[in-house]
């Protein structure tokens, strides 16, 4: 999904489209890969999809936290 805003809202009203066209709650158990963006997060958890940590996001994030512990 391309957006411009990282805002809930957008997300929510993303899911609430592809729920209806695609009955997104019978992929119960297909999993959806995201950055942990907060907003598009909290949708996913709402209509209780499985939910993956991208490990690509996940390990810059780790990067960036040991870069950080290290200029301490």
Known sequence: ML???KKTER?????????KLLNL???K??????DREIGIT???????LS???CNN?????VKRWIAKKKRW
């Open 42 to 48: 909290k949708p996913i958890k709402e209509l209780n």
């Open 25 to 27: 709650k019978s992929l």
């Open 29 to 34: 158990n297909t999993p959806i890969t995201t």
């Open 11 to 19: 997300h929510e009203e993303f899911f609430r489209i592809a729920d």
């Open 51 to 53: 939910l993956v940590i």
């Open 3 to 5: 957006h411009k805003s």
């Open 57 to 61: 996001h996940l390990i810059r994030d």
